[in-house]
């Protein structure tokens, strides 16, 4: 699919945002499975260099992985012939990491993206407890393969509310923006 925008999106203009505030990583491009050994890799060596916070290190790079996984398998590429796009940053503030996410994706899956997320953030850390054991424990697998843990996850690991936010880009595709607080 290409994506042509015919609304006032504009790919750059929200790049060059997401690159404000203390950015320890930013990737914005085709996702394949090389791409994200690379900025696991990147990201160690980020936290190696810049954050002495034990803790903080295991459960961003916990959630940041399920994010590029999330991308790898969801997002729609941005031009024919090219691999699925995705944009990734990783923001550092005084105690805490904002990882962004950014993707396009098909409108019609809009509402069920928007329903998992405001499920999941309802949720009280028994309640994500309990749906997660009920999904692994139920061997249902979506067409991806997954099993849909991946947001319960980063929801149980993080213990913040997910923000999210779906950009129109033309009539069938929006781009989609993820945000989660690490603290």
């Known amino acids: 699919m290409i994506i042509s925008s015919n609304t006032n999106f504009n790919l750059e203009q929200w790049l060059k945002v997401g690159q ?29 260099e810049n ?8 459960v961003t790079i916990h959630v940041f992985v399920e994010c590029v996984q999330n991308l790898f ?13 995705g944009a990734c940053y990783l923001v550092y503030f005084e105690n805490s990491i ?11 899956k809009l509402q069920m993206i928007s329903d998992r997320i405001n499920q999941i953030n309802s949720l009280s850390k028994d309640e994500l407890k ?15 393969g997954g099993g849909g843990l991946g947001m319960i996850d980063i929801a149980r690991k993080t213990g913040t509310k997910m923000e999210y936010e779906f950009i129109p880009v033309n009539e069938k595709v929006l781009f989609y ?7």
């Open 98 to 108: 904002k990882i962004i996410t950014g993707n396009f994706i098909l409108k019609e």
């Open 73 to 85: 398998h969801h997002a729609l590429p941005a031009e024919e012939g090219k691999s699925k796009f």
């Open 177 to 183: 923006v993820l945000k989660i607080n690490i603290i």
């Open 20 to 48: 404000q505030g203390n950015v320890l990583l930013s990737f914005s491009g085709e996702i394949t499975s090389d791409i994200i050994t690379g900025l696991v890799e990147k990201i160690e060596t980020v936290f190696t």
């Open 51 to 58: 954050i002495s916070y034990e803790s903080l290190r295991k």
């Open 130 to 144: 309990a749906l997660y054991k009920l999904i692994l424990n139920n061997d249902e697998f979506s067409e991806k």
